[in-house]
């Protein structure tokens, strides 16, 4: 029976042929050995190519022995085989992440160089359920609950998995029936590990309440499926309009047309963002993170930033909004500034530079870079020099009228609503007195203009290359 409706369903909704070639991926457990035993089943006329590919992770002692039984039944059935030795000793931290993202990176290389069309993998309905009461308990956003999918992608393959309408009973039983040779991984009945402890606790309690709780799981992740298909149809559209994708960790969110929306839209349209920015990459976000990005959209403050995982944060830029993933420069990494003697060239940092040059001089800027230009005029006596170009600093002030007034750097950007994010990266002129000449990228100090008969009028050019 089991065999009879997983080649109809490989016909039927995976649409496999003769011309289709499957990576299996096998550890060498009941459920892989079932999988692989099953897509055997289908008749020779209408079989895919099929390829085994086997992860040694080198963290129990039948490691060694799994990878070599794989690879004999692989030599049995005349199969290409593709084998993975982890180094997992090297390794510290959450092992069950690390040893996913090796599997899933090994199956991606060799389906890219093989030519493979489509992964299939050995999840199946009690994975399906064990998963969402796991992301239930955690935390997470609805459209993540139905996670585990028949037909999916990841890192450029197209993965299949045929087995989440069986449950792991049907599988033992197949394999039973069948005399099927695999592994027990002892490891999966300790209660040392969160989804075992859902495994043997929660799911059989489940089971008891409702016989039929697995398949109450699996209509509900298809109906969140299908939801989630038709608010995306609707969503995307509104997205487009209103983000930007700036970089490949940064997304900018027009946040006039986010405030048009109704209360309601702006949460859907936050989390879908969220969906397709952070969560699909592997990162998460909790609902308290998402109400309070949307109490900062939402109230009257002119900027704000709120730290995620992983460096990741979202950050309110006046009408702006940015999801960024950003690694902090320490306050030791910044230059601490240049010192301007004489006229000249001279670098900033690896990507901005300045020239100083007398206006009557004639300069020819024959650099090549991408990126801007600005230039400001400059009337200096000889003891303005040297001059100096560093970051802003507490206090600093700029007289900003030919009267003589100051204004605190702090206010002028403010007024200029220069957002927070750049004026850490902005550079500040001062002279030998250590009076602000002027800012790039905004405008100079009337320090700079021309009032006595014995200053000299300059030319400073700050280039700032793009990389």
């Known amino acids: 029976m089991l065999r009879k409706k997983f080649i109809s369903d490989s016909s039927q909704f995976f649409q496999w042929s003769k011309q289709t070639k499957l990576l299996v991926a096998v550890s060498g457990g009941v459920d892989s050995i079932v999988l692989l035993d099953l897509l055997l089943a289908i008749p020779e006329e209408e079989r895919p190519e099929i390829g085994v590919a086997h992860v040694n992770h080198q963290l129990r002692r039948e490691s060694e022995e799994e990878e070599e039984m794989v690879r004999r039944l692989c030599e049995e059935k005349n199969l290409s085989f593709y084998t993975y030795v ?35 993998t050995a999840h199946h309905a009690d994975d399906l359920a064990e998963t969402l009461i796991m992301k239930l308990t955690k935390g997470t956003q609805w459209t993540n609950l139905a996670s585990i999918k028949a ?38 009945y300790s209660l040392d590990y969160h989804r075992n402890r859902i495994r043997h606790r929660v799911v059989p309690l489940l089971k008891e309440e ?34 930007h994708l700036e970089s490949k960790k940064c997304w900018k969110i027009d946040l006039e047309l986010f ?14 963002l969220i969906q397709k920015v952070m969560i699909q990459k592997g990162y998460s976000m909790s ?12 109230d009257g403050k002119s900027q704000g930033r709120i730290d995620l995982q992983a460096d990741w944060r979202f950050r309110k830029e006046y009408s702006v909004g940015y999801i960024e993933q950003v690694f902090e420069k320490k306050t030791g990494d910044l230059p601490e500034g240049t010192e301007l003697p004489r006229t000249g060239e001279y670098e900033l940092t690896k990507s901005d530079r300045v020239m100083l040059y007398r206006e009557e001089e004639a300069v020819n800027f024959c650099h090549l870079f991408t990126g801007c230009k600005e230039e400001v005029s400059l009337y200096l006596t000889s003891s ?29 950007f403010i007024d200029e609503k ?5 004026r850490e990266e902005m550079w500040v002129v001062v002279n030998s007195e250590r009076e602000v000449l002027g800012v790039f990228t905004i405008g100079k100090s009337y320090l700079s203009i021309k009032k006595e008969t014995d200053k000299i009028h300059y030319r400073l050019v700050y280039f700032k290359e793009e990389h």
Do not use: C
């Open 86 to 120: 982890w180094q997992s000793q090297l390794e510290q931290g959450n092992m069950e992440s690390k040893a996913r993202k090796v599997r899933y990176d090994f199956f991606a290389d060799i389906y890219r160089k093989e030519g493979y069309t489509g992964l299939v």
């Open 151 to 188: 037909e999916s992608s990841r890192l450029g393959m197209k993965i299949y998995r045929p087995l989440l309408a069986f449950s792991k009973l049907e599988l033992r039983e197949y394999a039973a029936a069948k005399r099927l040779f695999y592994y027990e991984d002892q490891s999966n």
């Open 210 to 243: 409702n016989p039929n709780f697995l398949n109450q799981v699996q209509n509900l992740t298809k109906q969140i499926s299908y939801t989630d298909k038709v608010l995306t149809a609707t969503l995307d559209p509104i997205l487009d309009d209103m983000t």
């Open 259 to 272: 405030l048009n929306q109704s209360k309601e839209m702006r949460y859907l349209l936050l989390t879908k």
């Open 287 to 298: 609902e308290v993170q998402v109400e309070t990005i949307l109490s900062l959209i939402e």
């Open 384 to 412: 303005d020099f040297p001059l100096s170009i560093r970051r802003r600093a507490p206090g600093d002030a700029i007289i900003y009228n030919e009267k003589g007034n100051h204004k605190k750097l702090r206010r002028l």
């Open 418 to 422: 220069i957002p927070q994010s750049m």
